[in-house]
Nanobody, 122 residues
Framework: QVQLVESGGGLVQPGGSLKLSCATSGSIFSTYVMAWYRQAPGKQRESVAIVSIAGDTYYADSVKGRFTISRDTAKNTVYLQVNSLQPEDTAVYYC????????????????WGQGTQVTVSA
């Protein structure tokens, strides 16, 4: 059974930073495309960033230049460094995985994590 476990969320002031982690179980990490999504209260879930097996990255326009997705094969972990946080970044952040890019682009990946809350407030 594949599990994705997020951590690193919390309460941060505007302009602050966090580093979110998503640890994976099983043998999926080296062969799966990984992604981060978020869902703000009362809003639909949206894609934040995707990292391919080769390390190519894709970002939503709203986070370009502020967020960085990366993957550490040795630790079977994908990270999301989030900088210059603003109140509108407040959301539950979810990690996801799939063998192929398309399901992640259409937000229908095979595996989801349980989410980690990020709250940006003064």
């Amino acid at each position: 059974q594949v599990q994705l476990v997020e951590s690193g969320g919390g309460l941060v002031q505007p302009g602050g930073s966090l580093k979110l982690s998503c640890a994976t179980s099983g043998s999926i990490f080296s062969t799966y495309v990984m992604a981060w999504y978020r869902q703000a209260p009362g809003k639909q879930r949206e894609s934040v960033a995707i990292v391919s097996i080769a390390g190519d990255t894709y970002y939503a326009d709203s986070v370009k230049g502020r967020f960085t997705i990366s993957r550490d094969t040795a630790k079977n972990t994908v990270y999301l460094q989030v900088n210059s946080l603003q109140p509108e970044d407040t959301a539950v952040y979810y990690c996801a995985a799939d063998r192929n890019l398309a399901p992640l682009v259409t937000m229908r990946p095979r595996y989801w994590g349980q989410g980690t809350q990020v709250t940006v407030s003064a």
